[in-house]
């Protein structure tokens, strides 16, 4: 009689041990504290302002780094806010520079820890590290883009934690960089140029850059690495995501739409890592080319062959309607060469993507969209007879 009681309260224990375990992966984000850190900040040198076909470098409105990786933080920020998350951004506007910076323009202001919204604005790595490490938020992620040679033909995804490849010093690094990765690969968009045979490159900061564990230099609180972003106990990594000296990717960067597009990737490893709920709408994404004329331009050097060498469409209209060709939403390509298009948050089914651009011929073509995933499209016009 004793041992059925004692079997049957191991049971309820059991069967309420599951039933919390199952609780806490539905609260996925809930209570989750993110810190989201956009790479740069300001308008100097150092943020890598870069020329493209419309703007000259330095031009506020052209490509910097800072522009991007804001523009990626903002989206994540918001989604992961969406699903239950408290987010702690280290900045929310750009033109923010470290105090005493030689380089600061008159664009720029200097960085603090409370504007007059109270929102922290802050871009000297050491300082940011110190805030991750006063708040000990539960994952921390650090959007950049990449640099090579400028105009070379290199494009590829990193993300560093911090340590050494199998040896993180950050405990749970690893494995969120490992997730995350899955997730912001998934880019058929641009063009990829190394991937390792299929892997990415994912690895410790010591490692990445050649320094030796014992050489690395501890920060003033007391950690080990090499970036100095990452020099806190916060489980986290600085992603590289693509190359902006690749000038089609750079191009692409200029468009807020496709660094949503970055910033949602994002938020999915993110939610995934914590067992958060599917999305229940879905996405699309898309290229708008035309299908007989290539590009020539200095500033847009592409990948022998790749999808990149047909000429971006400027300012197409493209709709996407219902089954039946009603139109439902409407956007437009930018004026940047880059030929993109997205329509967030769709209802799961079956829809039309219709694209109309001067001098061209009107295309259709149906797309299907599924819960929790994006609908990725590479739409070619072909010009009307003259």
């Known amino acids: 009689m004793m041992m059925n009681k004692i079997r049957r309260v191991g049971a309820i224990a059991a069967l309420m041990l599951a039933m919390a375990l199952s609780l806490a992966a539905r609260d996925g984000l809930k209570g989750k504290h993110i810190y989201v850190n956009p790479g740069h900040g300001g308008w100097t040198i150092n943020d890598r302002p870069l020329a493209t076909i419309n703007h000259a470098a330095g031009d506020t409105t052209g490509f910097f780094e800072t522009s991007a990786s804001l523009w990626k933080s903002l989206e994540l920020a918001q989604r992961l806010r969406d699903a239950g998350a408290k987010v702690t951004m280290s900045r929310t506007k750009n033109g923010y520079v470290a105090d005493g910076d030689p380089k600061r323009t008159p664009n720029d202001r200097t960085e603090t820890y409370s504007d007059a919204d109270g929102q922290p604005q802050l871009v000297t790595l050491a300082k940011i590290a110190e805030h991750v490490e006063k708040l000990k938020p539960d994952y921390f992620i650090s959007l950049h883009s990449n640099a090579a040679t400028e105009g070379k033909l290199t494009n590829y995804q990193c993300i560093f934690y911090r340590g050494e490849y199998g040896a993180e010093y950050s405990k749970g690094s690893q ?39 014992e050489k690395a230099k501890a920060s003033a609180l007391g950690y080990k690495g090499y970036l100095a972003v990452l020099k806190h106990s916060a489980p986290g990594f600085l992603v590289e995501s693509s190359f902006h000296t690749y000038h089609p990717e750079r191009h692409r960067l200029l468009n807020r739409d496709y660094c949503r597009l970055e910033g949602l990737r994002c938020y999915r490893a993110i939610r995934d890592y914590f067992s958060g709920e599917k999305d229940k709408l879905g996405h699309i994404a898309g290229l708008v080319k035309s299908a007989t004329d290539t590009i020539d331009n200095k500033l847009f050097k592409f990948v022998p062959g790749s999808f990149d060498r047909w000429l971006p469409i400027n300012g197409a209209t493209v709709t996407l309607c ?62 009307k007879k003259r």
């Open 175 to 213: 494995a969120r960089a490992e997730l995350a990765t899955v997730y912001l690969h998934d880019n058929p968009l641009t063009v990829w140029t190394d991937t390792i045979a299929g892997k990415h490159y994912v690895t410790g900061d010591l490692t990445w850059y050649g320094v030796k564990p």
């Open 322 to 383: 219902d089954r039946h060709g009603k139109a439902r939403v409407v956007k437009h390509t930018d004026d940047e060469y880059n030929g993109f298009f997205a329509f967030f948050d769709v209802k799961p089914g079956r829809y039309i993507i219709r694209i109309e651009a001067p001098g061209y011929k009107t295309l259709e073509h149906e797309v299907t969209v599924k819960a929790d995933e994006i609908t990725y499209m590479k739409m070619q016009v072909r010009p």
